[in-house]
């Protein structure tokens, strides 16, 4: 059952009415409507949207597709029809966000719309590459091979994705833990050290007690002003790069910036590659591959790229003529396409880059963590000869001093 908004009008009284009731389609919805006595207005069904924090705790995430993608395969290709495999695996769901965009799905084949179609409208769930790789399936009668490249496909790029967020967990808790300690060191310690400096006449505290005292009195005094100036700078800057200007600009950086820039590079190339061999292998004609997997890297500068590159192929010119030279991908694609499109292999080439491109990211983690590890050593170490510096400077001085009167 699906829960539907609706605004109505009631003849009677001529009044409109605004609720929600429960139907297994909109059709069926409107005819409950009408045997209420309501004329229907506006009716939207309430699938991706909730309330509140529902749709952060319900949200569908990549492993739910790609078990929707297994289940739904190993149906269709059992022999059950479409719908009832679709209804099997909806009630296996335990995701209910997801099981709610199921049963629409569901509700529009039965009204006659095609599969790839009811998809379609949920791209916020299924993406572009989703919906072109059913499509593709349903005109070659290959739907449960075109639904196991699906998740293939997406458990790859969840499996790179993760890794690159694992890699991230170490630095990200050192750098936490180093704040929290200079923290606690500027608020409650050397306020402590100016204290004892207080009573003493004539006594001087060094320049660099100094400098993180001054710190300290901002940070006490003034740290709800702080904490709001954070927050405004970083939901300015999450806003901004959301706009074209800014995209272009982080993307870019993630491109070329140390130590990152060869990790995303080899990131990007493994999503075009991988997604290209599975558009490829399900049929997708190559221009509309193309565009889909400009779009799927998820990088404004390499889906250019791919968009000149298709304008090219279009011209007659080889695809891989068309990305030789090109900066912003790396010279063994082109030739990996370039030894494809000579053998009439192109989907195998594209699958063999990907798995090295895979294997590459493996290797640039490890490598950005063993570079990664030294740095942060080193800051915490310098973080720790500053702040034992200001602390313990004052305190020999006063010894010096005794020891002289």
């Known amino acids: 059952m699906l829960t539907f908004k609706y605004t109505a009008r009631d003849p009677a009284t001529g009044k409109k009415v605004s609720s929600q009731l429960q139907a297994e389609n909109q059709q069926a919805a409107a005819t409950l409507l009408q045997k209420e006595g309501l004329a229907p207005i506006t009716l939207q069904a309430q699938t991706e949207r909730e309330g509140g924090f529902g ?61 790839s179609e009811s ?22 009668g290959t739907l449960d091979t075109s639904l196991e490249r699906i998740a293939n496909q997406k458990e790859k790029d969840a499996e790179i994705l993760s890794k690159i967020r694992g890699a991230m967990i170490y630095p990200v808790i050192v750098l936490v833990v180093m704040l929290a300690v200079v923290i606690f060191m500027v608020v409650k310690v050397l306020p402590s050290v100016e204290e004892v400096y207080r009573d003493l006449p004539g006594a001087t505290l060094p320049l660099v007690t100094r400098v993180m005292l001054g710190i300290s009195r901002i940070t006490v005094k003034y740290w709800p002003f702080i904490l709001v100036a954070l927050g405004l700078i970083i939901f300015f800057t999450t806003k901004w790069s959301q706009t074209l200007g800014g995209k272009r600009l982080m993307d870019r950086l993630k491109m070329r910036a140390w130590p990152i820039g060869r990790l995303f590079m080899k990131v990007y190339m493994a999503r075009f590659t991988r997604v290209g061999a599975t558009l490829v292998s399900s049929g997708v004609p190559l221009i509309q591959m193309l565009n889909i997997t400009g ?92 702040i034992v510096t200001a602390v313990l400077l004052p305190v020999y001085s006063l010894v010096g001093q005794d020891l002289i009167g």
């Open 55 to 115: 749709k952060y705790l319900h949200r569908v995430r990549i492993k739910d597709k790609v078990l929707f993608s297994r289940q739904l395969s190993t149906l269709i290709n059992a022999g059950l029809p479409l719908v009832q495999s679709l209804r099997n695996v909806s009630a296996q769901t335990q995701n209910k966000q997801f099981q709610m965009v199921i049963n629409q799905v569901i509700a529009d084949v039965e009204s006659g719309t095609s599969f």
């Open 295 to 386: 779009r799927a890297v998820n990088n404004i500068h390499i889906e250019e790229s791919v968009q000149k590159a298709a304008e090219k192929v279009k011209g007659g010119k080889a695809l891989s003529e068309s990305l030789k030279g090109d900066p912003n991908f790396l010279i063994l694609v082109p030739d990996m396409l370039r030894i494809g499109e000579e053998s009439g292999s192109v989907q195998q080439m594209l699958g063999k880059t990907a798995d090295y491109y895979e294997r590459e990211v493996d290797n640039e983690i490890r490598t950005i963590s063993s570079t990664i590890e030294p740095i942060l050593m080193i800051l915490m170490g310098l973080m720790a000869i500053l």
């Open 119 to 140: 998809l379609k409208r949920h791209p916020k769930v299924f993406d572009e590459v989703f919906i072109s790789l059913v499509a593709a399936g349903e005109v070659s």
